[in-house]
Structures are given as structure tokens and as C-alpha cells.
């Protein structure tokens, strides 16, 4: 169990972005039900001749066929056999064939009784699925920690979303706008509660921090986060995202300088999750222990949602809160060599790594900028663990947590260790590791109560 911080002597908690004091902003603009019908008779797709290795053919024959009789066959398709010893075990032979015979030798073959099968030498390639972003150049990121073995297992899936509890996000920007998550039981618009959560007319998330409905970004900080989670991708424009077949949600929490308060992130903690979000990221934090904050944290993690939050960017001992609670996953920096970054905060919460130096992401206007901290590493894994919560074995936030830290990279010293904790996220570890027996953190049970009558009177109605 993590250990808790005591209180610092101020009057409250000031929540302010976990970013470099600082940093370069690079902006640049974007790249401006059939009638049933008789079957018809099967199609024989030849294949091309790019698809297999020139001049080979692979054959084996019956059993009984004698080695007199297979080399009289392969000395009338004018072949000669070459040296396979390991396919020799399967029974099976390679030939060499005249230049561009390959289709009509294995034809030939076919049609012999005394030939099990033949077939070219087809070629074989790596299936890392590399997206045709514009700027994928840019992007260190997703290759460090297996994102692309990762794709070819999974995109990620729309029925999973991953709450942004930031400054809120570019709601138009083109790598993030058809990722927005829409409330399925709200209509926009209308001006009533549909969903009656006690916010009305909440049917793309929630500025929580001037109490309205239209969560857009006027700083930056949460699109950026947010592309890096989830941008649209193989969409030949800007980047590619972890997680990009996952939904946005967007919960503004943060002014346009970047500062709020606990309770605004409490409240869009507890919001999340009611909604259905599966993941949150929260790459903010602040010094001061808060039990209302660890009480939202708690909440969401009772119920199925997986936190991930920046560990802080003070470069000494101390993680911030919420990460350095024990339901949270405080994600620490590393740049694009998997060294930990100078600023990246230490200590003995830290569950994980992710780069967060140098980190090109979708900004405000359409735009994209490079930022730093472990506001962008948190989204990595994020993102990751949105990739997790959309296939059916990772359905609990205690299998996804086992899945990332034990098929993390190690860093630093063996094992785990306060500044990387387990080690670098990699993706297609976690998509690869059994869940059948996380060992979950003990958690509170939290009985959910009716929080919008009790807080939001002004927006309580009968429903």
C-alpha cells in the first residue's frame, strides 16, 4: 500500500498541470439484405508473383512413394532439389524451378496421384501495423513501448473510452473530433436533464470548471494529452494515437492557465465513471494529501475504471496526488532512449514509465506542438490500458494493472525501483500476459450514493 504524504500547512489544494515549468511549444498547421441467389461455383485466386520466393517450390509426396519415383517426378519438371534438412523432417522437399515456372510446376504436381501437395515458396513479412499518419515521423513514443506489435492484437474498441479530465480538448480539431464520446441518453440541445445525472444537456462531457456544457480547450494541455491516447490514426493526417479506435471523453477541470481544484477533479473522477468511462487519465496533480481526491480514486476504481496520473515533474522525491495513491497508476518520464527523464518526480508509488520527453501531439486550432512532462507519459499508458480494457479478459482495472506491471520493461536497477517503478509500459506484453490470476491491491468497498440530488440541488429534477 502506498504511504500517504502528510497534509502541507495551506488552506487548500491548487491543482496545477504536471508540465515542465518550462517548454517549447511547436505549432504546426494540419495537412490542410440480398435476395438468396444460387452459390455460384468457387474462384481460384491465382497468386502473384510478388506473394512468393522465385524459382522454388515446396512439395511433399504420399507415404509409399519411393525416393527413385519422387526424383523421377522432379527431374520431369525440369527441378533439382536443394539442401532443406528441417523441411526434410516434415516429409517435405524443396525444388529449384526454371525462372517463371513456379504456378506451372506446382500445377503440374497437383495433378500427379503420388504428390500430397505443392505449392510455392510464399513470402512471409512482419505484421507490425505502421500507420500512414503524416507526421508518424515525429512520434518516438508508440514505437518504444510496442505500440505497433500491438495493433496487429488490437487498435483498441469504440465501446471503450477514455475519460480526459484536463483543460478540456480541441472538440473540432481533425485528429480528435469523430473520437469525441457522445452520451448515448442525452439529447443535445434540448436544454433537460434526458440522462437526469443533475447536468443538463451533458452529451459530449462536462466543464466542471466554469459548470457547463461545452468542455472545450482553451489551454492546450488536454488536447495534446489527449491526442496521445487516442488521436485518430492511418488517417494520412498528424499523428497516431495508442489507443485509436477508443472514445474521448472530455471533462474540463482546469482553467485556461492550467490551474482548478480537487473537488472539480473529484467530481469528474466520480462523473467519469457513472458515465461509463473505462479509463482515466489524469495528468495534473497537486502536493497535499486530500481525502476527497483518494475518495474519487477509490470510487472509480470500485467501479471497473482504470486511473492513470502524472507522477509530477519536480525531479526530486515526492509524487503527487492522486497518483501517489495506492488505486492510482503514477506514471514517471523517459525520453526516447527509455533513460528516465531529468524532471520526472520519484518515489515509492511510481507503478510505472512511459516517454514523456519531447512529445509531438495534437494541440489547440488543429494544430500540433511538442510538449514535455509526465502529463505526456501518463497518457501512454493510458492508452495501453485502454487497449487492455477492450478485449473481454481484461475486465477488471486489477487485470489490466497486472497485465502492465508485469510485462513492463525493466529499467534502472532489477525490478521494481522508485523511479521507474516496474519498468517501461509495453503494450504487446501487456496484450500478451495471462490475467487469469492478478494479485488485485486491496481496495474499500464504496457504496454509491445519489451525489447529483445531494451536491447538484439546482440541477435535480424528477425523473
Not at 8 to 33: D, R, T
Amino acid at each position: 500500500m502506498k504511504q500517504i504524504k502528510q497534509s502541507l500547512s495551506i488552506l487548500g489544494l491548487i491543482v496545477v498541470l504536471a508540465l515542465l515549468p518550462l517548454h517549447q511549444f511547436v505549432l504546426a498547421s494540419p495537412p490542410a439484405k440480398a435476395t438468396a441467389s444460387p452459390q455460384p461455383s468457387p474462384v481460384i485466386v491465382q497468386p502473384s508473383a510478388s506473394s512468393y520466393t522465385e524459382s522454388r517450390v515446396l512439395v511433399k509426396f504420399r507415404l509409399g512413394v519411393s525416393s527413385n519415383a519422387a526424383r523421377q517426378q522432379v527431374t520431369a519438371e525440369h527441378a533439382r532439389l536443394e539442401a532443406a534438412p528441417e523441411l526434410a523432417r516434415l516429409g517435405v522437399l524443396m525444388l529449384k524451378v526454371p525462372p517463371g515456372q513456379v504456378l506451372q510446376v506446382v500445377a503440374h504436381l497437383k495433378q500427379n496421384p503420388t504428390v500430397e501437395f505443392a505449392e510455392p515458396d510464399y513470402q512471409v513479412q512482419a505484421v507490425d501495423t505502421t500507420p500512414n499518419d503524416s507526421s508518424w515521423g515525429s512520434q518516438y513514443g508508440p514505437t518504444n513501448i510496442q505500440a505497433l506489435q500491438a495493433w496487429d492484437i488490437t487498435t483498441g474498441s469504440s465501446a471503450v473510452t477514455i475519460a480526459v479530465i484536463d483543460t478540456g480538448v480541441d472538440l473540432t480539431h481533425p485528429d480528435l473530433a469523430s473520437k469525441i464520446w457522445n452520451n448515448p441518453s442525452e439529447i443535445a440541445g434540448n436544454g433537460v436533464d434526458d440522462d437526469c445525472d443533475g447536468y443538463i444537456d451533458d452529451w459530449r462531457g462536462w466543464d466542471f470548471f466554469n459548470q457547463d456544457n461545452n468542455p472545450q480547450d482553451d489551454h492546450g494541455h488536454g488536447t495534446h494529452v489527449s491526442g496521445i491516447a487516442a488521436a485518430s490514426s492511418n488517417n494520412s493526417l498528424g499523428i497516431a494515437g495508442i489507443a485509436w479506435g477508443a472514445r474521448i471523453m472530455p471533462l474540463k477541470v482546469l482553467s485556461g492557465a492550467g490551474y482548478g481544484s480537487e473537488s472539480d477533479v473529484a467530481s469528474a473522477m466520480t462523473w467519469a465513471a457513472d458515465h461509463g468511462a473505462k479509463v482515466i487519465n489524469l495528468s495534473l496533480g497537486g502536493p497535499v494529501a486530500s481525502s476527497v481526491m483518494e475518495a474519487a480514486v477509490n470510487y472509480a476504481y470500485t467501479h471497473g475504471v482504470t486511473v492513470a496520473a502524472a507522477a509530477g515533474n519536480s525531479g526530486t522525491y515526492g509524487i503527487l496526488y492522486p497518483a501517489a495513491y495506492s488505486n492510482a497508476l503514477a506514471v514517471a518520464s523517459t525520453d526516447s532512449s527509455n533513460t528516465l527523464s531529468w524532471f520526472s518526480s520519484y518515489g515509492p508509488e511510481v507503478d510505472l514509465a512511459a516517454p514523456g520527453l519531447s512529445i509531438y501531439s495534437t494541440y489547440l486550432g488543429g494544430g500540433y506542438a511538442t510538449l514535455s512532462g509526465t502529463s505526456m507519459a501518463s497518457p501512454h499508458v493510458a492508452g495501453v490500458a485502454a487497449l487492455l480494457a477492450g478485449l473481454p479478459q481484461y475486465d477488471t482495472p486489477a487485470k489490466i494493472r497486472a497485465a502492465l506491471q508485469n510485462s513492463a520493461l525493466d529499467l534502472g536497477d532489477p525490478g521494481w525501483d522508485q523511479y521507474a517503478g516496474y519498468g517501461l509500459v509495453q503494450a504487446y506484453n501487456a496484450l500478451l500476459f495471462d490475467p487469469a490470476t492478478p494479485t488485485p491491491t486491496p481496495t474499500p468497498t464504496i457504496t454509491p450514493t445519489p451525489a447529483f440530488v445531494y451536491y447538484f440541488p439546482y440541477f435535480a429534477q424528477t425523473c
